[in-house]
């Protein structure tokens, strides 16, 4: 069993409590009122650093030192020093209850470079439930030299993603199925960089497309009218280097919404792309609602998108779209010390 940090080593990790003081103010309003048998307030914490100052100098060399813990019984916080990390990092289905956090996105870096396979690609593949990542580039550096580079598949449910960055080039962010939330992230591609089948709710996000022409941001998949999957696009910015659509069906019933989000010149005038499949365009659901900037003129776009009125757009404007109110958590206000640590700590 760990012991609770004392005053003694209260200084070494200062950094990582002010960050998770930030970060419990702005998702205060996330509190999670699970029925889970975890002590969400309370975590195991596991260093990783490349100096060998921490517990464990890769981060997969951190996951494995993780038992199974599907009895949901335990969290686990690992805490990345800064540092670029190359290597791929897999969160396997029988270790839910994981965060894995850096100090900030800019100095802390998860990176490799692979390509073509959209499953075996992903710098980050994350099967697990209640996984959160915070503060973390995750970045597949196959930029542009492969069919498809993935730097993140989130293959569970109920996973959030806070001030992240997310960069590859095409399929960056496999968002492959569950409920999901990012908030405050940065994601980059070119094609189709945004895809799967996945609920998931993007608040205040910075959408940043490479497409040369006329690439595709989003790609979402949805098989029919009664799936509840789909993206929505909260308070999001849109920029880019080239025209770009918002999206193209990667499934007859694909659901995408932007709400009060910001489109540059970047965004096509059509807006969206049926992919070479007119027939698509009658089951697609493609809406907007009370988007600005210069991209944002609805003149030009196609009839078979939407301008949401309040009422539709009502259901992709909260939590509830992903049932967050149940199971978004905020950051753990208590820590014990990993067990390797106590003498390290002494």
């Not at 396997?92 to 894995?100: C, E, F, Q, S, V």
């Not at 059509?270 to 609602?289: A, C, I, L, P, R």
């Not at 009422?311 to 958590?329: H, N, P, Y």
């Amino acid at each position: 069993m760990g012991l609770y940090i004392t005053n003694s080593i209260a200084t070494y990790y200062q950094t990582i409590i002010i960050n998770i003081f930030i970060l419990s103010l702005i998702t205060s309003s996330s509190m999670a009122s699970s029925s889970s048998s975890v002590d969400l307030s309370s975590a195991i914490l596991i260093r990783v650093d490349q100096s060998g100052k921490g517990d464990f100098n890769k981060i997969q060399e951190a996951i494995e030192s993780i038992p199974p813990n599907l009895n949901n019984s335990q969290l686990y916080f690992i805490w990345v020093k800064p540092g670029v990390y190359r290597e791929k990092v897999i969160i396997p289905a029988d270790k839910p209850y994981i965060t894995l956090s850096g100090t900030k996105a800019s100095n802390t870096v998860l990176t490799c470079s692979d390509g073509e396979d959209i499953l075996e690609s992903p710098t980050l593949t994350v099967f697990a439930s209640d996984f959160v990542c915070r503060f973390l580039t995750i970045q597949q550096n196959k930029f542009g030299t492969a069919g498809k580079a993935v730097a993140l598949r989130v293959a569970a449910d109920n996973a959030a993603f806070y001030g992240c960055v997310i960069t590859s080039y095409q399929d960056t962010l496999l968002d492959d199925n569950g409920n999901h939330y990012f908030k405050r992230c940065y994601i980059e591609g070119a094609t189709d960089f945004i895809c799967g089948s996945a609920s998931s709710l993007y608040e205040k996000c910075h959408i940043h497309s490479l497409s040369l022409n006329n690439g595709s941001i989003t790609a979402q998949m949805r098989s029919s009218a009664t799936e509840k999957s789909g993206f929505s696009f909260l308070g999001c910015k849109v920029t880019g280097t080239s025209s770009s659509f918002l999206g193209r069906p990667w499934g007859a019933y694909s659901r995408v919404v932007f709400a009060y989000s910001f489109f540059s010149d970047v965004v096509a005038p059509q807006g969206w792309n049926e992919w070479g499949d007119s027939s698509k365009n009658n089951t697609v659901y493609y809406g907007e609602y009370k988007c600005y900037g210069p991209g944002a003129d609805r003149k030009q776009r196609v009839r078979w998108s939407k301008q949401l009125s309040d009422e539709e757009a009502t259901v992709f404007m909260s939590k509830d779209f992903i049932g967050g109110k149940d199971w978004l958590r905020p950051a753990p206000s208590h820590f014990r010390l990993f067990p390797n640590q106590t003498q390290k700590s002494d």
